[in-house]
């Protein structure tokens, strides 16, 4: 069984936050559901215990440390596949209310069964494409933080996110390396949509130095907004 609690100083030093023994159980856990799930149908490449807690916990979590201190606050992550960056958001924040969305079905079951499995009353899964549910009304101008993780170009994914956005919410988009012609086409996006890019923030992963990205947006405050 893998042990992550061996990385708690790498938690601490780099995201000033430290799991409590019950989440890193649960991040354990999640480990091992992945890893199972992995052998029913192709959830992640990303197996070895210490690449999982890099690319996939600590990556989903450094995303949203800039609304960190932050309590009851609505999040959907829109393409989630095997729930990330949503369950380990929804685990280490049991504040924050979390809908993972995805389009494939078996993904969103998989989803589903996991935030069972791991007693996660503030997440809930939801079967769908993102630019069709971003028009239902319960789902419309809902949401405090849209994160959007490896869907696709920037100004689709932030396409997606826009609709789910109330006045003050932002979009997170999770990107590798950031291009400056995406940087030319976003920024053509915000134009055309109202929305700005707020911070481009760019930063190496802990263990292997893996250069990431997280760029936020959000509407386009008028004169007269508080946001």
Not at 106 to 115: D, H, N, S
Not at 137 to 162: F, H, M, S
Not at 203 to 226: C, D, K
Request: aromatic content about 10%; glycine content about 6%.
């Amino acid at each position: 069984m893998p042990h992550f609690s061996h990385l708690c100083e790498h938690w601490l030093s780099t995201l000033n936050w430290s799991p409590t023994p019950d989440q890193i159980a649960q991040f354990e856990k999640l480990y091992e559901l992945v890893l199972e799930g992995n052998s029913k149908q192709n959830l992640t490449r990303i197996t070895a215990a210490d690449d999982f807690w890099e690319k996939h916990l600590w990556d989903s979590l450094r995303g949203v440390l800039a609304f960190w201190d932050r309590e009851d606050i609505k999040v959907i992550d829109i393409g989630t596949g095997a729930g990330f960056p949503g369950l380990p958001i929804a685990i280490a924040k049991p504040t924050w209310q979390v809908t993972l969305v995805d389009s494939k079905q078996k993904k969103v079951a998989f989803v589903e069964e996991t935030i069972q499995t791991l007693g996660l009353s503030n997440a809930i899964a939801q079967w769908g494409r993102g630019e069709d549910i971003n028009k239902l009304g319960q789902y419309k101008k809902k949401y405090d933080l849209a994160v959007v993780r490896a869907v696709g170009k920037p100004d689709i994914c932030a396409d997606y996110a826009l609709p789910f956005l109330k006045k003050s919410g932002t979009a997170v988009l999770y990107r590798g390396q950031w291009l400056p012609e995406e940087s030319e086409q976003l920024d053509i996006f915000c134009e055309q949509q109202e929305l700005q890019v707020v911070k481009q923030d760019r930063f190496q992963t802990p263990l292997t130095a893996g250069i990431r990205h997280s760029v936020y947006l959000s509407p386009r405050s008028t004169s007269n907004s508080n946001s």
